[in-house]
């Protein structure tokens, strides 16, 4: 079982590597090529996500969030066209979902070190513990939206957490 509670059977390592670098839609949807770590892959992929944040927010409140919707549309048509080709679904590699998940976290706080860290540490205990309805949403809702649309969730609960926080230090 791996940490996002998926028992799978992944592809052996030499055909993962050639499915994730050996297309753009592997590329991308293993995060460039970061879900490829062996340890806590999410994680890593989430990591990757952090500096793309600051070119995202710099676009404005609409232009983020056209540019947030392509991206999770986009996402939904990478992770189910890997997952597919990986005969796995939501293999833990996949990390677009994690990614967009991130940005979604981050958009309402503001452009400093200690904001974007609890926008990190607080989205990753989300999409690792999926509290209710969460894991219901993972084990119900397949294909690339399933992928997802979990991680959109764990977002929503980390934004709240956020803007419960900036109240009361405003």
Not at 57 to 78: E, M, N, R
Not at 98 to 107: F, K, L, N, Q, T
Not at 146 to 161: E, H, N, R
Request: proline residues 6%.
């Amino acid at each position: 079982m791996n940490l996002s509670g998926h028992s799978e059977a992944t592809p052996d390592r030499h055909a993962l590597k050639k499915i994730v670098l050996g297309s753009p839609t592997g590329f991308l949807a293993f995060g460039f090529g970061s879900g490829l770590s062996p340890f806590a892959p999410g994680t890593m992929g989430t990591l990757v996500a952090i500096p793309f944040i600051f070119p995202l927010k710099s676009l404005g409140a609409p232009g983020f969030w056209i540019v947030l919707g392509l991206l999770f549309v986009l996402g939904i048509k990478l992770c189910g066209h890997v997952s597919r080709k990986l005969g796995v679904h939501d293999h833990g590699g996949i990390v677009w979902d994690e990614m967009v998940g991130y940005w979604i976290s981050a958009a309402f706080v503001p452009l400093q070190w200690p904001w974007l860290l609890a926008a990190f540490l607080l989205f990753r205990v989300f999409d690792i513990l999926k509290p209710w309805p969460i894991r219901q949403i993972d084990k119900k809702v397949s294909g690339g939206f399933g992928i997802m649309i979990d991680d959109v969730v764990a977002a929503l609960f980390t934004v709240i957490i956020l803007a419960v926080i900036q109240y009361f230090l405003s």
